[in-house]
């Protein structure tokens, strides 16, 4: 994945500030919205970023089994 695509134009969020999001501890869209912004604005980018989440959460949930 290219982690500097932005997913959030109104914040500018990239990929790879979700995922270290994610990786400081956030799991749910709520918890990586306080931390980046994303999805915060107009909304645009609220699926992209729910999909993003909900896999990198489960990718490091199996890594740490």
């Known amino acids: 994945m290219d982690w500097d695509i932005v ?5 500018n969020v990239t990929n790879g500030m979700i995922k270290e ?9 709520e918890e ?13 980018c609220l699926d992209n970023v729910q999909r993003l989440v909900e896999s990198l959460v489960k990718e ?3 890594k740490n089994k």
Request: proline fraction near 0%; include cysteine.
């Open 32 to 44: 990586v919205q306080m931390e980046t912004g994303a999805g915060t604005v107009c909304g645009t």
């Open 21 to 29: 999001a994610v990786d400081n501890g956030a799991s749910t869209l």
């Open 60 to 62: 490091r949930d199996e």
């Open 7 to 11: 997913v959030c134009y109104c914040m």
